[in-house]
Nanobody, 115 residues
């Protein structure tokens, strides 16, 4: 069974940092573009960052320079390092795996940034 298990969410003050982790199983990790998405209350889910099988990254304009996505293929894990957090970053963050033919989602983890 496919599993995307997230960790690292929580409550942090504005200006602080968090690192989210997503451990994948049941997929060929190296065949998947990995991504992080988020959904704030009353808003649609939006792309935060993606990283391709070759390591190419893409970021939403709102997080460029603050967030870094990375992957460790040996550990089948994707990370999202979040620095200089703002209250508007508050959302449920979802891990995504996309192999072009299939897509999978994690359970979501809450990130709350207080002012």
């Amino acid at each position: 069974q496919v599993q995307l298990v997230e960790s690292g969410g929580g409550l942090v003050q504005a200006g602080g940092s968090l690192r989210l982790s997503c451990a994948a199983s049941g997929i060929i990790f190296n065949a998947n573009t990995m991504g992080w998405y988020r959904q704030a209350p009353g808003k649609q889910r939006e792309l935060v960052a993606t990283i391709t099988t070759g390591g190419r990254t893409n970021y939403a304009d709102s997080v460029k320079g603050r967030f870094t996505i990375s992957r460790d293929n040996a550990k089948n894990t994707v990370y999202l390092q979040m620095n200089s957090l703002k209250p508007e970053d508050t959302a449920v963050y979802y891990c995504n795996a996309d192999s072009f033919l299939r897509t999978h989602w994690g359970q979501g983890t809450q990130v709350t940034v207080s002012s």
